[in-house]
C-alpha cells in the first residue's frame, strides 16, 4: 500500500467528516421531517374517511327517518281510501234505497191521487143519479091521480 494514498484518503475522510456528518443529519431531519408529514397526513386522511363515514351515516339515517315517514303516511292513505271505498259504496246503497223510497212514496200519492179523483168522479155520477131520481119522483108525485 502506498503512504500517500493513505494519508489522501485520510486527509479526504476528515476533510468530508464534519460535512458528511451535517449532511448526514440533515437528511436524518428531512426523513425524520417526511415521516411526521406523511404520519400527519395519513392521520388527516384517518379523520376525514370517519367523518365522511359519519355524515354519510347521518345522512342515510335522515333520509331513512323520512322514507320511514313516507312509508307510514302511505300506509295510513291507503288504510283511509279503503274506509273512504266502503263509506261510498255504503252510502250508495243507502242513497238508492232513499231513491226507491220517494219512488214508492210518488207512486202512493199518485194513486192517492187516482183515489181521490175517483172517489171525484162516484160522487158526481151519485149526485147526478140522485137529482134524476128525485126528478124523476117529483115526476111521478105530480102525474099522480089525487
Same mark, same amino acid.
Not at 259504496?89 to 175517483?118: C, H, R, S, Y
Given at each position: 500500500?502506498?503512504?500517500?494514498? #493513505?494519508?489522501?484518503?485520510?486527509?479526504?475522510?476528515?476533510? #468530508?467528516?464534519?460535512?458528511?456528518?451535517?449532511?448526514?443529519?440533515?437528511?436524518?431531519?428531512?426523513?425524520?421531517?417526511?415521516?411526521?408529514?406523511?404520519?400527519?397526513?395519513?392521520? #388527516?386522511?384517518?379523520?376525514?374517511?370517519?367523518?365522511?363515514?359519519?355524515?354519510?351515516?347521518?345522512?342515510?339515517?335522515?333520509?331513512?327517518?323520512?322514507?320511514?315517514?313516507?312509508?307510514?303516511?302511505?300506509?295510513?292513505?291507503?288504510?283511509?281510501?279503503?274506509?273512504?271505498?266502503?263509506?261510498?259504496?255504503? +252510502?250508495?246503497?243507502?242513497?238508492?234505497?232513499?231513491?226507491?223510497?220517494?219512488?214508492? +212514496?210518488?207512486?202512493?200519492?199518485?194513486?192517492?191521487?187516482?183515489?181521490?179523483?175517483?172517489?171525484?168522479?162516484?160522487?158526481?155520477?151519485?149526485?147526478?143519479?140522485?137529482?134524476?131520481?128525485?126528478?124523476?119522483?117529483?115526476?111521478?108525485?105530480?102525474?099522480?091521480?089525487?
Amino acid at each position: 500500500r502506498p503512504r500517500g494514498s #493513505r494519508a489522501a484518503s485520510s486527509s479526504s475522510a476528515s476533510r #468530508r467528516g464534519p460535512a458528511a456528518t451535517m449532511l448526514s443529519r440533515l437528511l436524518k431531519e428531512h426523513q425524520a421531517k417526511q415521516n411526521e408529514r406523511k404520519e400527519l397526513q395519513e392521520k #388527516r386522511r384517518r379523520e376525514a374517511i370517519t367523518a365522511a363515514t359519519c355524515l354519510t351515516e347521518a345522512l342515510v339515517d335522515h333520509l331513512n327517518v323520512g322514507v320511514a315517514q313516507a312509508y307510514m303516511n302511505q300506509r295510513k292513505l291507503d288504510h283511509e281510501v279503503k274506509t273512504l271505498q266502503v263509506q261510498a259504496a255504503q +252510502f250508495a246503497k243507502q242513497t238508492g234505497q232513499w231513491i226507491g223510497m220517494v219512488e214508492n +212514496f210518488n207512486q202512493a200519492l199518485k194513486e192517492i191521487g187516482d183515489v181521490e179523483n175517483w172517489a171525484r168522479s162516484i160522487e158526481l155520477d151519485m149526485r147526478t143519479i140522485a137529482t134524476a131520481l128525485e126528478y124523476v119522483y117529483k115526476g111521478q108525485l105530480q102525474s099522480a091521480p089525487s
